[in-house]
């Protein structure tokens, strides 16, 4: 099959320990099943780092071009930016195809079994960087222009708890492995069933990080049942932080601190950005360059690069408006396949033709009732 060139994702210690056991366990049985000699290995960054011994992301797409690379491996652990990693080259003209995942280190030991498997095609591998769903869709906060549509939910609309552990068990069937999860909304700490979500995503992906996005309104208020459990399952708290809060913070933090969970707090929320537009954008390409492409959502069954295809509804009742609802893979479909998954994943849809690729910053402020369009929208 001839000589091969790889590229790994990032030059830290994960980059670096993948690189090994490419070099000393997966090459030579590489080579003895199909003939192809792995000639030689680089790392890639975003950005060139001569020191770390990167090159950058342009020159690796070049390379890519130029028939000089065939290979890109992305190390499970090295999660951040990994799918953004992924978008911006695919948006370069470098295939889906050509990206391997490097399953995760656990040990010092590998079986002849996991060797031969260390790298799997990206699009086939049951695994991915982050998911989010969302257990309560309105909130108590209701800022204009929440990505999220949030503040014109105007009734408690709670995720139903025993259809959603159904459909986390369905994407489990194709999914297997995720890096991050992130429980949201709306607020989530408004529905009195979180701990259970917390449970449930504990019990069925044990290695992902898992977190409780919130804006904080209903930490001081929370029962000692939550903290225990995300005490105990080790989840992480991360406080998107707004001004009505501000006067709550210290004690927040003294309460977070006793209860002995780990939790983290954004700088103050005084600005937003807004990039909807009512004016359909002519291409799509610009989905590769969204930060929110990266936000799998699992909602009602369904999965999406982002939230809005779920989301867009609550914007269309308010306003009449009629903006596409697609986007959204039903999870429930004959012949489902994590093939299929993974490649929706990283496909743009209808409704991203209403996000501009240019976002508009835009004062934090509390939705008046009733809303109006420029609470959403950036040019009407
Ligand atoms: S706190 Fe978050 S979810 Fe709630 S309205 Fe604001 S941005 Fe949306
Ligand atoms: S709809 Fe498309 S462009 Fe808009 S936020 Fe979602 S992924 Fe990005």
């Not at 366990?25 to 003939?35: D, F, I, M």
């Not at 549509?149 to 459909?167: A, C, M, P, Q, W």
């Amino acid at each position: 099959m001839g000589d091969i060139n790889i590229a790994i994702w990032q030059a830290n210690d994960v980059g670096q320990t993948v690189k090994t056991i490419i070099e000393l366990g997966y090459a030579p049985r590489l080579e003895k099943s199909t003939g192809t000699h792995i000639a030689n290995i680089d790392f890639v960054a975003f950005e060139e780092d001569s020191e770390a011994g990167c090159m950058g992301l342009e020159e690796m797409c070049q390379r890519y071009r130029d028939g000089r690379l065939q290979m890109i491996v992305i190390p499970i652990q090295n999660y951040i930016a990994q799918s953004m990693f992924v978008t911006e080259s695919i948006a370069r003209g470098v295939d889906a195809n050509v990206f391997f995942l490097a399953s995760r280190i656990e040990s010092n030991t590998f079986t002849e079994e996991q060797l031969y498997s260390f790298l799997t095609p990206l699009m086939q591998a049951k695994y991915l960087p982050y998911l989010e769903f969302h257990i309560a869709d309105h909130c108590n906060l209701n800022c204009k222009a929440c990505e999220h549509y949030s503040g014109l939910v105007h009734e408690e609309i709670f995720t139903n708890y025993e259809k959603f552990e159904r459909d986390l068990h369905r994407l489990h069937e194709f999914i297997d492995d995720i890096g991050y999860i992130r429980i949201l909304g709306g607020e989530p700490l408004l529905n009195p069933e979180i701990t259970k979500y917390i449970k449930l995503i504990k019990d069925l992906y044990p290695k992902a990080a898992h977190v409780v996005v919130t804006n904080g309104l209903k930490l001081l208020s929370m029962p000692d049942e939550f903290y225990d459990v995300v005490r105990e399952t080790n989840t992480y708290i991360w406080m998107s932080y707004y001004p009505p809060v501000q006067n709550k913070r210290d004690a927040i933090e003294a309460k977070l601190r006793e209860k002995g969970v780990e939790y983290g707090i954004s700088e103050l929320n005084t600005e937003f950005t807004m990039k909807q537009v009512l004016k359909p954008m002519e291409g799509l390409g610009h989905f590769y360059h969204c930060m929110q492409a990266h936000c799998n959502n699992l909602y009602d069954g369904k999965i999406a690069a982002c939230f809005l295809p779920f989301t867009t509804k609550y914007f269309n009742a308010e306003f009449a408006q009629n903006l596409p609802e697609d986007g959204a893979l039903d999870l429930y479909e004959e012949a489902m396949s994590t093939e299929r998954i993974q490649r929706h994943l990283f496909t743009p849809f209808e409704r991203c033709r209403y996000c501009s690729d240019h976002s508009v910053p835009v004062p934090w402020e509390v939705m008046q009732e009733p809303s109006v369009l420029s609470d959403w929208v950036r040019e009407i």
